[in-house]
């Protein structure tokens, strides 16, 4: 918490591979820490299939559904880069 403090940015971009375990804990963990997340759908891939319900669409869209009810936003990167003055 201390370091979210520091760094005081008040919004938070996550992507990356793993959606089902890695990257539903970075979202979940800043929003815990009170800051706004946005996932950028198109910049992601689900965890390994074979590790519990994990990797499946099905898994994917509930947990999407999860982190959208407590506040995450998402969006794809073409958007968000047109958002803030990218492409």
Request: glycine fraction near 12%.
């Amino acid at each position: 918490m201390k370091l979210f403090e520091v760094l005081d940015i008040p919004k938070w971009i996550i992507f990356g591979h793993g959606f089902d375990l890695c990257v539903d804990c970075s979202a979940k963990g800043l929003i815990v820490a009170e800051r706004k997340v946005h996932f950028l759908t198109d910049v992601a891939a689900p965890s390994a299939t074979g590790i519990g319900p994990y990797g499946t669409k099905e898994s994917g869209e509930s947990i999407l559904a999860y982190l959208m009810k407590i506040g995450v936003t998402a969006g794809t990167s073409d958007d968000f880069l047109r958002e803030y003055g990218g492409a």
